[in-house]
């Protein structure tokens, strides 16, 4: 049996993810034009984790940091279920996989792109 590192797959998911996510702008954006003036409030994920990370100050310094922090709790309330939101432990664990993905090189690079797309909003530049 192979062993895979849980940095190692944290890293593929995030890397998988950006695609992904630029995916999701873009039909949003799409959306955006052709909705409704009613339809401001995303009822998909990936829209409520756009309409927090814009609500972010732009001058805010830990700005980049605080939109990685908004996608890792939609990816893990996505996989683990909504349930952990009412549970008073999720803030440490998601503290807890922020501070690993900081602790490994290659995660912590991919997350560094991972928050410049984010604040970008899906722009590429």
């Known amino acids: 049996m192979t062993f895979i590192d849980a940095s190692q797959r944290l890293a593929l998911l995030l ?4 695609p992904a996510f ?3 702008q873009g039909r949003m954006r799409g959306k955006a034009q052709a909705a409704e003036p009613s339809a ?3 009822s998909d994920l990936a ?3 756009a309409q927090r990370i814009q609500a972010l100050a732009a001058n805010d310094p830990d700005r980049k940091r605080k939109a990685l922090r ?3 709790e ?4 996505q996989q683990l279920g ?3 939101l009412h549970d008073s432990s999720f803030s440490s664990m998601v503290d807890a996989v922020q501070g690993q993905i900081q602790a490994d090189p290659e995660t912590a690079s991919a997350a560094e792109a ?3 797309l984010l604040v970008r909003g899906g722009a590429r530049p």
């Open 15 to 18: 890397r998988t993810q950006v």
């Open 22 to 24: 630029r995916a999701q």
């Open 40 to 42: 401001d409030q995303p």
């Open 47 to 49: 829209g409520v984790v």
């Open 70 to 72: 908004i996608f890792l």
């Open 74 to 77: 939609s990816l893990l309330l």
């Open 82 to 84: 909504p349930q952990l």
């Open 114 to 116: 991972l928050s410049d």
